[in-house]
């Protein structure tokens, strides 16, 4: 039998010139950004973006219809509840280079959940929130232009119909297969580390 | 503290043995070492000694081998030779493979225990990589040791 010690001597003979050097590795640092921490930054960066575009046009653009005021607050409400919930999920995201398996493993489950969570209620609670904003704040303006009014509104509503059945149910679908691969996988390694 | 090239030298080939151990595919071990230290370089002045700086690094590689189940990426089997018997004076390197192949049949954390076990790591400090107690630790080494053997008797490895 090849006893522990022999597996030990076949195991160091892995060849681990191919390794990249340290300045090498140093250089790939400096370039690496993590793709997820990146979108999350970018959503956080597009809602806050948008927050400040609605609150300046709220605080300088005259208006007069009751509809209006309506509609900003809602787009409002909708884009501070997205990059509030963007800038509560990349909190967990730092400081989880020290976790153990178990810890880490725990980590991706709640990510997942919150993800999730999010396709289910978050995202609906946004998008009809912001849905309903854009058409009373878009009314007062075609309301006054009777020439694109004809036009440019249903073309609105077709836009966020788009948004509703054919975007969102696509990136629902694309991401619930994934989050549903990951909770399979993550229960059978969970499963693993049960202390028996 | 050790600075970065002291520590790379010194674990860029454990984290390559034990990332290989759990993926067995040589380029996705390579990228997986270079994730860990980038990561490693990244938090290396945060680093607070509350464990030792292998458990740290080990944590890191580990924990982002069992972040390929986010990505779908799966552990390369390759079938093991039918009569293994026959091939008793092979190569160093054809005996790693047949150690990688045994390896990559066992299950996720029984890879990454069996690593680190190899790599000569103390149970306590695998224990606490893992995330589990060092007596769950022991009984866990005690029967990945025996489904091994299985796979090697079968080969006609063990005798």
Known sequence: MENLNDLKAIWRTADTAGLPTSAEVVQLGKSFRDKVLRRKKIMIGISCLCLLL???????????MITTRIGEAMLLLGTAILAYNNIRSIKRFYHFDNFTNREFLQFLEQTRKNQDYFYHNTQVWVLSLCTVGVLLYE?????????????????????????????????????????????????KILEQLDEK | ???????????????????????NDVELAKDLVQETFISVWKNLSSF???????????????????????????????????????????HPEEKLH??????????????????????????????????????????????IKEKLSIKFKAY????
């Open chain 2, 48 to 90: 607070r000694n509350q464990s030792l700086i292998s458990t740290w690094i080990y944590r890191i590689a580990t924990n982002n081998c069992l972040r390929a189940i986010e990505k779908s990426k799966r552990v390369v089997t390759t079938e093991l030779p039918l009569n293994l018997a026959e091939v008793k004076e092979e």
């Open chain 2, 156 to 159: 006609g490895k063990f005798e």
């Open chain 1, 54 to 64: 609605m609150l300046t046009i709220t605080v300088f653009l005259p208006t007069k």
């Open chain 1, 139 to 187: 009314y007062e303006f075609f309301s006054k232009k009777h020439s694109i009014m004809l036009w440019g509104y249903p073309l609105v509503v077709i836009s966020l119909l788009v948004d509703w059945f054919v975007i969102r149910p696509y990136s629902y679908k694309k991401g619930a297969r994934k989050l549903a691969a990951t909770k399979q996988n993550l229960e």
């Open chain 2, 1 to 23: 503290m050790m600075d970065f090239d002291e520590i790379y030298v010194k674990y860029s080939p454990q984290i390559f043995r034990v990332c290989m151990g759990y993926t």
């Open chain 2, 98 to 143: 047949f150690l990688y192949n045994c390896i990559a049949q066992l299950e996720e954390t029984d890879r990454i225990i069996i690593s680190l076990v190899l790599e000569d790591v103390p149970q306590a400090e695998i224990a606490s990589i893992v995330g589990l107690s060092p007596a769950n630790v022991r009984v866990k080494i005690h029967r």
